[in-house]
């Protein structure tokens, strides 16, 4: 293969999501063209381009499914903003907000079918066996995190279960796919698989941290939005196990605790030494992801991933 030029990858990829999210209907289009136009990392697109260096050809299949994985995680995108009854997103309204409800529901789902379509062609069973199996899992995730809401009784292993289902997952579905759409041995699609689920267990970690450790500007969204949200991320579970009072505060927080209670416990995480903990487990999924790289083929695309790692690990922490 020849050497990959990962900015005009993505840009291929940015047009094509362009045109993808057209619609008959100038409402549903126009909601969704406000979310693709906010920006994004395109992480998912980008992993699944870089694991189908590792199989025999990048072809059509290798587009759609990158494609695919961005629509499929827009919708996410859109749905956990009405869950969370967020304002903001990106530094611009939620759809939600800026239309309604229902709005944002509907095209939420919009996405989440056009994301479906656009691998309908694809004639490998696997693709279509995992994604849908994963869709499943991610809504599980979704479920997991509503239900533990305010909940200042879970425990890591809980936390890391839910972090795995609602981002790691469809991280690792673009590792593990990109690799079958081209043609990759079934070891080295395993090996990109547990890649995958690696960068995504960190990437959720490091974006628990800036929820903590990042100014309004640069999240896009007020700071502590998880906390505030009722969302009890590593930060919060690991400053709860040194410090009882703090633990109390958590327990006894509700959607109506005062912006004060809020604020104190923001700023007790934001000043402890559990951030520099929180990096440290981010760093050792990392650590699994780049050891398992190592054993890959193809030398220049491994040298693009561990770039990509890199990047992972350093988000503006």
Known sequence: MSKLNMNSEIKKIEKRLAQAIKSEDKVLE????????SGGKRVRPAVAILSSQFGKEMNEDVYRVAVALELIHMATLVHD??????????????????????????????????????ISDIEDNRVHTIISNSIIDVCMGELFQFQDQFNG??????????????????????TEVGAIASGADIKTVHNLKMIGHYIGMSFQIVDDILDFTSTEKQLGKPVGSDLMNGHITLPVLLEMKKNSAFKQ??????????????????????????????????????????????????????????KLIKKVGKRNV
């Open 249 to 306: 505060q958590i327990q006894q927080l509700s959607p109506n605790s005062s912006p004060e209670t809020f604020k104190y416990c923001i700023d007790t995480v934001r000043s402890s030494d559990v951030i520099q903990q929180c990096l440290g487990i981010s760093n050792k999924y990392l650590d699994k992801a780049l050891d398992l790289i190592d054993e890959l083929e193809n030398d220049s695309a491994k040298a693009l991933f561990k």
């Open 81 to 118: 903003d009405v869950i969370d009854k967020s304002d903001k997103r990106r530094g611009r309204l939620t759809i939600a907000k800026k239309w309604n409800q229902t709005t944002a529901i509907l095209t939420g789902n919009f996405l989440l079918a056009l994301g479906l379509e656009h």
């Open 30 to 37: 126009e909601a969704a063209f406000h979310l693709f136009s």
């Open 153 to 174: 009784h879970q425990s890591i292993t809980n936390y890391l279960r839910r972090i795995n289902r609602k981002t790691a997952l469809l991280i690792q579905l673009s």
